[in-house]
């Protein structure tokens, strides 16, 4: 393949020392290199091993990085112009990474294997001399007696299950065991229901529903039509392999005070329930869980999440971005136009990139393929961060048929899609292509059409939180953009908006701002008033939901001057100030409301304006007033009690008075 040695000097901003045959005859050069302990980024991934073991054997401690500029950048029919995007390749993988977190899951080999006949107990035989071995067979029951009794065979129906690797509970109905007298088929006794199992690793053979949403991201469950004796079988050897300790990614970190699932028993934003594919977010009073034994790291709770309480850590949200401005910028500077953003995972996408530049005519030099864990991880924050560094278009790639429901992803796609409108980036600046067909790959990023790319490219190094950095993204592509429209209306569910108050219902209870997670809705401590900061809000409908007159509406919307402008006032009224000291304490509608329905509507306050004027003062003066004067609260002619006799004959009365005017 070409190398445009000048691209990549001047993208990565550093000489590149080239070989040609750095795995083989040069390979002690290598050696010499790695043991200089500088940064060392190697442009090959298929001998990454090899590598690695020789910088090991040269007692090299930093890290190697690997970028793939052969399959990804010089096999393909525009090599000759690949240049800029080896630049931008090379300098993607020198951004260092920070490590990831994981959690532990530890198994002893107990597995259920459930099933309807004999193929459930040939699994049993062949997972025996390796495993804690119970086989569990749903009625009815037609399987002949074991000649010896190796490992259990129960009789039952697996009514529900919960855990993971190493900690799964299965609730078993119509739960028997045989008995040995059995002769020619297998005889159980007295069935019962509400069994519990518990166990480390579940084989499912029973063909039917899965005991799990999202059955095939959940660790330790293991699936495989009885009808089919290879993938029984490809099951069976990956049981086999389940047993001791394990390291899993933790892929989200979670912050509960930054959660604005509930206040005080009301419900507001449940954007990560409604999405999590597995089950593993929870409720948890006022904030969720996440499980992070059964989380499987699609990530769409962390895009979602408008307060960044969730956050992605493989890589974190800022980091990503990060690599993703090394790689523009290098593209830029190395001379590269039109870049696209090819977005893709490792199983699915890397194998059809590989495929395309082996057998096809590989990514056209403008595409830049970016790996992530999950395609669904993507956040708002990243797409406005590309399109403000240069990008003209993303692609995101996807399987024709999802391992998991991408409601989450496409509820980003339909948000970025009117900011970039509104922000005058015309055409299809963002879609998913969804195919499982290197060719049909290649197809669709060679009809990407050529696009304006942003007239003022940004360069800002993203630090922080997750809507620290989804901010400063949006206030960047807010500068870069053709047209930097102040406002831009948003779908419902935006994480982003206005609240708007019915100022004539509004008694400024102030109900809403100790509902308020993030401090968008304000009070005075000075004086009766509401203020708004939009910056600050999420769009969680914890005010609205709270507020007991409901004259609290949501309007979605981004507005780019909200960061720089002051809380606005959504409603204000005058204080009402004690009678007797002069300090104000109350809103003075509210305190004439209520003193107004008490004269008229309360027997303890009819007609005594004494009782009233204590209404008007404030708590030290009521106080006061009562210790000097000897305030009795029940010294008032009482009033007479109601029996159900005296219910009764009124209701006759009424019932008499009726009849005589008709």
Excluded at 173 to 188: E, I, K, Q
Excluded at 252 to 281: E, K, M, N, Y
């Amino acid at each position: 393949m070409p190398l445009d040695l000048d691209a990549v000097r001047r993208g990565c901003r550093g000489e590149p020392m080239t070989a040609t045959e750095l795995c083989r005859a040069e390979l002690d050069r290598f050696r010499a290199i790695a043991a200089k302990e500088t940064p060392l980024t190697v442009g090959c991934t298929q001998q990454a091993a090899l590598f690695s073991e020789a910088a090991a054997e040269a007692d090299r401690a930093s890290p190697i990085q690997f970028a793939n500029i052969r399959e990804s950048a010089g096999w393909s029919s525009e090599a000759a112009r690949t240049g800029p995007k080896m630049a931008a390749l090379l300098a993607a993988a020198a951004e260092p990474m920070p490590s990831e977190p994981f959690v532990e899951l530890k198994s002893d080999g107990v597995i259920l294997i459930c099933g309807r006949d004999e193929v459930a107990v040939e699994a049993g035989n062949l997972l025996k001399d390796h495993l804690d071995v119970t086989v569990l067979i749903e009625p009815p029951v037609a399987i002949g007696p074991p000649r010896i009794a190796e490992f259990p065979v129960a009789k039952g129906k697996v009514r529900n299950a919960k855990g993971h690797l190493g900690a799964f509970e299965v609730m078993v109905d119509d739960f028997a065991m045989p008995a040995p007298s059995s002769r020619g088929t297998l005889v159980f006794g007295s069935s019962r229901n509400d069994t519990r199992s518990n166990c480390d690793i579940i084989l499912d053979l029973t063909g039917g529903p899965a005991f799990f949403p999202a059955a095939d991201l959940r660790d330790g469950y293991l699936r495989a039509d009885p009808n089919h004796p290879a993938a029984m079988l490809r099951a069976v050897l990956k049981a086999r392999d389940l047993v001791g300790r394990f390291e899993k990614p933790r892929y989200v970190a979670f912050d509960a005070g930054r959660c604005a699932h509930s206040r005080s028993q009301v419900t507001g934003c449940t954007r990560c329930l409604d999405l999590c594919p597995t089950g593993a977010i929870t409720p948890a009073g006022d904030h969720v869980a996440v499980d992070a034994n059964i989380c499987a790291g699609c990530g769409q709770c962390a895009a979602a999440c408008p307060t960044g309480a969730a956050s992605y850590a493989l890589p974190p949200e800022d980091a990503m971005m990060r690599k993703l401005r090394a790689m523009l910028l290098a593209y830029r500077e190395a001379g590269g136009e039109q870049a696209i953003v090819l977005l893709h995972d490792d199983s699915h996408g890397a194998p059809l990139i590989d495929s395309l530049a082996r057998f096809g005519e590989g990514l056209p030099a403008r595409v830049l393929p970016f790996a992530v864990n999950e395609i669904t991880q993507l956040g708002l924050e990243f797409v406005a961060a590309g399109f403000a560094y240069g990008a003209v278009a993303m692609r995101l790639l996807l399987r024709a048929r999802p391992r998991h429901d991408v409601t989450g992803l496409m509820q980003t796609l339909g948000l970025a899609g009117p900011i970039l409108d509104g922000l005058g980036f015309g055409g299809t600046r963002i879609a998913t292509i969804e195919t499982d067909d290197p060719e049909s790959l290649g197809a669709a990023l060679r009809a990407i059409p050529s696009l304006p790319a942003a007239p003022r490219a940004a360069s800002f190094r993203p630090v922080g939180r997750k809507r620290d950095v989804l901010r400063f993204a949006l206030g960047e592509l807010h500068r870069a953009a053709p047209l930097p429209t102040d406002i831009i209306a948003l779908p419902e569910g935006a994480p982003f908006g206005a609240v708007e108050v019915d100022d004539g219902g509004c008694t400024l209870c102030l109900s809403c701002v100790s509902a308020c997670p993030t401090g968008a809705l304000r009070d005075d401590p000075e004086r009766p008033m509401l203020r708004f900061a939009e910056d600050a809000c999420v769009q969680c409908g914890l005010c609205k939901a709270t507020c007991p007159e409901q004259v609290i509406t949501l309007r979605p919307q981004l507005d780019f001057s909200a960061g720089r402008a002051p809380a606005r006032v959504l409603k204000e009224e005058e204080p009402f100030c004690c009678i007797r000291c002069g300090k104000p304490f109350g809103v003075k509608s509210t305190i004439e409301r209520v003193v107004a329905k008490l004269e008229s509507k309360h027997w303890m306050y009819a007609g005594s304006s004494r009782r009233l004027d204590i209404i008007r003062m404030c708590d030290d003066c009521r106080v006061a007033v009562a210790a000097e004067e000897g305030f009795d609260p029940h010294a008032v002619k009482r009033q007479p009690a109601r029996t159900t006799d005296d219910y009764l004959r009124e209701q006759e009365a009424q019932g008499r008075n009726s009849g005589d005017d008709s």
